[in-house]
Every structure is written in C-alpha cells, then in structure tokens.
C-alpha cells in the first residue's frame, strides 16, 4: 500500500494544504491524481476547490494560466454529453464540422464529435470523480480558458459562423468594424465558458466572477447563489471598449452604462434574499482589450460600493478592496487591518471628506503600510501616542529611571509593554515623498518596530526645488534593516548622526541627483558602525557627505555603489583636481585603528594658496579597509578618480570592478602607473600565502613592494579618462586580475591595439570577452595582421583562435584572436 495511504486523513490534508500555499505549480497536485482511487479523491478538492479563490480582492492560486486552462478543459469535457453551446464545441475541437458537396455542387455539413483529440479526451470516461462537484471559487479570466494548442483569435470559419448569432444586439459596432469584431470573438467564449461551468454549480459557489457583459442571465438565477460570499464583476471588453461612430457618439456607450448600473441591483437583490451572506465586492478590469479602453466611471462605482456591505474586520486593504473599504470608511471595523496598500492620492481615498489621521490610527494592528504622502500632519497622531507611552513609562512604569537619562529609549520591558499600546508598524513604503515632517514622525513614532523604511519621489523636474533635510529628531531604531530613500531632484541632506540611529542596518540605499556641488558645501556624516550591512548604493550628496570611517565596521558588506549624479548618460561632475584634494582633511584615517573612534581633527577655517577658503574639511579616504565579503565594486566620478587600488587587497571576494571616471571637465585625466600596482609589505593580511605568484613580470616591481592581486575579480570594467601605456596594461590586467574573464573600457587610451592584443595571449587564457572603445573601420587588413578575425572570415589553414571575442566601438561584429600574430 501508498505510504501517504496510510497516514490519517488528517495528517493527508495537512500536507496537502501545504503544497497549496508553498507551491508556484500545482504539477505535485496533480501528479497525486494517478497515484490511487483514495489518494486521488483526497487530492481533487485542493486542485478543483482553491484554484480559483479570491482573498478580499487578491487571487490566490498556485495554478498558472496554462495549468488552468487544461483544467477548464477537463471540467467542460464532463459537461460533454450535458450538452454545450455549439461555439464551446468547435472552439475546443469537442466537435468539427466538414463540408461535402453532392453531384450537383451542393454543400453539406457532417458534424463529428472528438473525444479522442488529445491527452485529456478520456478523462470523463476514465474518471469515477465529478470535478465540478469540488469547486467553490470560479473565477475565471480571459487568459485562463485559451484552449491548449489553439488562440482566442483568428478562428476557424466553423467557429466564426458559430459567433453569428452572438453579435446580433451589438450590430450598430459589430457590423460596422471587422477587427473589434474579432476581437470580441474571443470574449463571446469567455462568457460561454463561463455560464457553461458556472450555471450548473451555482448553489455551490462561495465566489463568483461575472463578466459584466453576461450579467442579465446571473441576474436570472439569484436565488441560486445562496453561499455566494464574493462577488467580482469583470469589466470585459463590452464596457470596456468603445468605438467612436461616424456620428461622433460612441456607439456602445449606452449599453456600457446599462451593464455597470446593472450591478447595483444584483447586490441589493442577493442582500435582499440572502441578507448578511455577501461580504465582498470587487470590480477588475481583465479584459485586455486593445485602442480605445473606457473603464468604469468613478462615480458608477462608488454607487455600486455604497450598494456592497462594510468590509467585515478585514486584515488587508489594498486596490481591489479599497473603495468598498472607503465607501464605508467609518462604519468598518479596522482593528484587524494587518496591510494597508493604496496608490490613491490621499485626496481621492474617499468620496466624501474623511480624516485620514483617524482612518491610520483605527488600524491598531497595521505592520505594512504602502501609500502616497499622506501630508506631513499624516502620522501626528502617532507622535502623539508614542510621547503619551513614554510620559506614562516614566511617572508610572518601569522606565522611570531610564527616562530621565533619556527619555526617547526603551528598556526591553517597555518595549514589550509597548507593543501593546502602540501600533506594531514594521514595513513602510512611501511611494511619493512629501515632506520631512512626515519621514521623521515616522521614524520617531514607529522606532521600535520599524524594520523597512523605503520612500521615493518619482515626480519634480525643478532643478531649484529645495532640499530634504532627513534625519532630525530620529530616536534609536533597532531592528530597522532597509533604509531606503530617492529623492529625484531634491538634494537629500542626511542629519550627521542618522545612521548612528540604525545600527542593524542590511541594505542602505541614499540616492539623489546631485551633479554640480562646490566642495566647501559637503559637511560629512558621523563614524557609524554598521556591522549588519550587506548593501550600500549611495547616489549624490548621501555619497559625498558618507564618513569613509564607517567602512572599518563593515566586514560584512557584498555590495559596494558609491557615486554622484549624472545630468546625462555620459557626464559626471568632478571638481577641479586642486579644489577636491584640498576639501579632505589631514593624513588621518578618520577612525583610529585601536579604538574605532572618530579621530579626524575638527573641522577649520584655513585659506590656501590658491584663494579657495574651506569652512568644511572632509575626512580623508584611506583606502585600506578589510571587506571580506565584498563581490561588487561600482564607483563613479570623484570616487574612481580618487580610487587607490591598493583596497583591493581587503576585498579577497569581489568578482566585479566598475570605475567610471567620465567627466566633461578637461585636465581630469587618470593614469595608471606602476605605482599603482603595489603596495608597502604587510599592507593586509588576506589569508593568501599560497598565492605567491601573480604571473606578471616581476621586472616592473620594485623593491620592498608587494604587488596588489584580485584573485577572485572576473569582470573589470574601465569607463572615463583613464590613460594605461603598453608597459602598464599587461601587469595591470594579467597581473593583477589573473583570474579576469570580461574587460571592458569605454574611453580608455595610452594602450596600443598590438600590446593589448599581446597580453590578450599572453595572460588572457581564461578570457572570455574583451570590448575596446577603439573605433574599428571595415575592411581595416591591420585587424588580420594582429591575428584578429571576424567570426564570418575564414581563418588561415592551421591557425588556432583563442576562446575570447572581442569587440569594438561602432562594430556588431565579435572578432577572433589567434595564438599567435599572423604575418604575410
């Protein structure tokens, strides 16, 4: 016998649920089917019962839209001899239609009924099991009943002819345009479908999907859906398209109108009959219909919402629940509300004036919150209650002595305590950014919970709109994990000791478009230790005002971004050399090696030679800091001009170097030396003493110096104005990235195309891919002379290729490198 026969039936439908909600396929469902008669029975109801289900509004179902559609297949093959309507028949291949002609060329049609076209043709006769009698959620889309192997478009003339009769109420738009007409050939299936499955089980169904276009025959048999609980009308094509006639009106636009208002009367009638039982309502757009696309206007379906009861003690409010939630925003229990997600301004959440501070207040479990701006008074009122907890804490509670020192952190106990008072907001996403008064209340009022925190700002091409100063007034946010905040044009100011605030931070993503700036504005950030980080994207002045020092807590950080802003795709900003030398402090680390601690001296006043006067002195980089786990390195502008490649040997993981230098400033030029290549012995210990040869040639190393060695990098890639000569490219490339796979420069010079060619096969074995900015000109015979082909020419008899393609500036076309130089 099965093992999982013999298991309890219990302990069967348990691992059955399981494989509901953990799986992206119902593949391991129905591969259960043909395991036995008892198995197969306990299996059914999961696949026939949940595929379709609905969650206030959300489809939850592990069953993809192929899945799917074999099985409305399977279920409309048991309604086989029940009888379907003739387009069901031919649009599925149940039944073909062949024309003869007799002696006297007159046509005939001879129908035949296949019930042997494919793989699931035998399943009613095979089967001793009613599918239909598992279901209870049907709610189908357009998508989900292609017929296998065939398209909703483009029918066969059997199955146009069968459609006829369908059009006749639509002619006034049918007739008078061939291609809607097509289109709606595939929505005429649908509603047949769906009438098809559904008319039979009606007394079953707790959720039901309505094209509005068919909605008069559920009308019809109200008095049958007696468990129906959810209710979602589909504005298919018929609303959904409207075709502008000759006339200037829109031909269907009546009609359109009739089916929407249509379904304020179904919702009073099954209240009426079944007063209590319907709890949802939803209205979605699945149609997929193409040119003109009118959706239902806001005030029909505010109607048909007034009509729908409260939500009741809903957990989620997002798009497909919302404006039933909003319709009775002050009658809906909201205590239960775990998500809040909504991409509505907070001016169209209602249809009538609300307090939206009260609406967020009810919601006393909320842990996700994904919204617009709600307006920098938005979250007032939870600033209010987390000062109330703690002037309570501290005249009554535990927290006495606690607050007195400091009166904006918990002990472990309160934090407990308030929990139980304040509401648990854990993931908050700002779509929109507003105002700082808004980020810093949520910061303050949610310290204790909060552990995402992503905001953007998406709109705003004013390049004189001003900054957000982020980060005043935030309190200690322990379990905080993602910081995330785009400011798009407004210059992110960053309080010096806002990531003093987050110390579990994993993923830190500051991004502004900061471009032009003057060095005697950059104030720098506070030393944080971030010890938890994973993921560090700066972009703007969150990268020009970021404290170097804080690297030396970061062992654990993989990801690496450090750049400012482009004003176009090929341009970045760099100051003048002389002025962004002069902005950094002394030779100073900025932390002390022993201690960890700040040490950079205060921050002067001091002219220079050149007349440029600094109020503000940066901490200088050192470049030296042990990143065990770093796999990806992008830095950009100052940050790659100023790059020292002797951080290198602290990052023994990373696999991919991005330095973009690009800049419209003249004199900005990098070149690459010798110097570059080594550092003082002991310079870092990485564990790599075995590794005592880099290949290069040890001709160039001087003495007493220890050649810097990415063992891991596989991909470099140089970008700006940057100069290697011939003498420097080969140690620099073999020798230093001996493990190199994919090299890529864009604007690089100083090399030769023979010299790169020469440490191509000469340290480029395990090469893959080489693209060079040099501009290649067809037909160029000095290509074939440095051994390189093009993959469409014939190489000379005998010679052997490399295994890497190179690639060149304004050329599609990959070349071959041969082993050696080919001479005439």
């Not at 198995?39 to 179902?61: F, Q, R």
């Amino acid at each position: 016998m099965d093992p999982l026969s013999k298991l309890p039936p219990e302990c069967l439908q348990h691992i059955l649920q399981i494989l509901v909600n953990d799986n992206t396929s119902i593949s391991s469902l129905i591969a259960l089917l043909s395991t036995n008669k008892y198995i197969a029975s306990m299996t059914l109801p999961y696949i026939y019962g949940d595929i379709n289900k609905l969650d206030e509004g959300c489809a939850v179902s592990p069953v993809k839209n192929d899945q799917r559609a074999c099985l409305v297949r399977m279920l409309l093959q048991q309604l086989f001899d029940e009888g379907l309507p003739e387009v069901v028949l031919l649009s599925y291949g149940f039944k073909t239609v062949s024309t003869t002609y007799d002696g006297e060329d007159n046509a005939t049609s001879n129908d035949t009924y296949n019930r042997d076209d494919d793989e699931f043709s035998s399943a009613r006769a095979k089967s001793p099991f009613d599918y239909l009698a598992f279901v209870r959620h049907f709610n189908l889309d357009l998508e989900h009943i292609i017929p296998k192997h065939r398209s909703l478009y483009g029918h066969s003339p059997q199955v146009t002819e069968a459609l006829e009769p369908h059009f006749s109420a639509y002619d006034e738009i049918f007739m008078s345009r061939r291609a809607i007409r097509q289109v709606f050939e595939g929505a005429i299936i649908y509603w047949q479908v769906c009438w098809s499955l559904a008319s039979p089980i009606l007394e079953q169904l707790e959720s039901l999907t309505i094209p509005l276009a068919d909605i008069q025959r559920y009308m019809g048999v109200l008095d049958r859906l007696e468990r129906l609980e959810h209710v979602r009308f589909n504005l298919d094509g018929l609303f959904a398209q409207r075709y502008k006639a000759k006339d200037g009106h829109y031909a269907i636009f009546n009609h359109a109108i009739r089916s929407a208002q249509a379904m304020v009367p179904f919702i009073k009638e099954h209240n009426r009959l079944f007063e209590g039982r319907l709890q949802f309502v939803s209205v979605c757009d699945t149609g997929k219909w193409w040119e003109v696309s009118a959706m239902c206007s806001e005030e029909i379906l505010w109607e048909v919402y007034r009509a729908s009861p409260p939500l009741h003690e809903p957990k989620h409010l997002c798009p497909t629940n919302w404006m039933q939630f909003a319709a009775h925003a002050l009658s809906t229990d909201l205590d239960y509300v775990v998500t809040l997600t909504t991409r509505r301004p907070t001016v169209d959440w209602f249809d009538r004036p609300v307090d939206v501070q009260n609406i967020l207040s009810r919601c006393r479990s909320l842990k996700e919150l994904s919204v617009l701006s709600v307006g920098k008074d938005g979250f007032k009122w939870a600033v209010q209650e987390k000062k109330a907890m703690q002037d309570r804490l501290y005249r009554y509670g535990e927290g006495e002595h606690t607050l007195l020192h400091n009166p904006t952190t918990l002990s472990p106990l309160e934090m407990d305590q308030s929990k139980h008072i304040l509401v648990p907001l854990s993931n908050v996403r700002i779509a929109e950014f507003g105002t700082a008064e808004e980020i810093d209340d949520i910061a303050f009022a949610f310290s204790q919970t909060l552990e995402i925190f992503t905001v953007n700002k998406y709109s705003g091409q004013d390049l004189f709109i001003p900054a957000h100063y982020i980060g005043q007034g935030w309190v200690k946010l322990p379990f905080l994990t993602t910081l995330s905040f785009r400011g798009c044009w407004n210059r992110l100011v960053i309080d010096r000791d806002l990531l003093l605030h987050c110390p579990s931070l994993v993923d830190l993503e500051l991004v502004d478009f900061t471009f032009d700036y003057n060095c005697s504005d950059i104030v720098s950030c506070s030393v944080a230790s971030l010890t938890r980080l994973e993921k560090l994207q700066l972009v703007g002045w969150p990268a020009l005002t970021f404290h170097p020092g804080t690297f030396s807590s970061t062992k654990r950080i993989k990801y690496l971004r450090m750049s400012t802003a482009s004003d176009d795709e090929d341009t970045r900003f760099i100051p003048p050399l002389e002025e962004l030398e002069l902005s950094f402090g002394s030779d100073a680390i900025g932390v002390s090696a022993t201690t960890g601690q700040e040490s950079t001296p205060a921050a002067t006043a001091s002219p220079v030679a050149s007349g440029i006067h600094f109020v503000n002195m940066r901490p200088r980089w050192s470049w030296d800091w042990l990143l065990p786990h770093l796999k990806t390195l992008e830095l950009t502008s100052e940050f790659a001009q100023r790059f020292q490649f002797r951080m290198l040997q602290g990052c023994p993981s990373l696999r991919s170097l991005h330095l973009d230098n690009t800049t419209y400033e003249d004199d900005l030029r990098r070149v690459l030396t010798t110097d570059d290549l080594f550092v003082a012995p002991g310079f870092s210990d990485l564990g790599n003493q075995d590794n005592t040869s880099s290949g290069a040639d040890e001709g160039v190393k001087p003495s007493s110096l220890e050649r810097i060695v990415a063992w891991k990098v596989s991909q470099l890639i140089l970008t700006g104005d940057w100069s290697i000569d011939d003498s420097v490219l080969g140690p620099f490339l073999w020798g230093m990235f001996p493990c190199l796979q994919e090299f890529t420069e864009s604007g690089v010079g100083g090399y030769t195309l023979s010299g790169m060619m020469d440490v191509i096969r000469i340290g480029g074995r395990g090469w893959k891919e080489v693209t060079s900015s040099r501009l290649h000109r067809d037909g160029d015979e000095e290509m074939k002379e440095l051994g390189l082909y093009s993959v469409d020419d014939d190489l000379p008899k005998g010679v052997e290729v490399l295994d890497v393609e190179v690639f060149f500036h304004g050329c599609s076309t990959a070349f071959r490198v041969t082993e050696e130089k080919v001479c005439d």
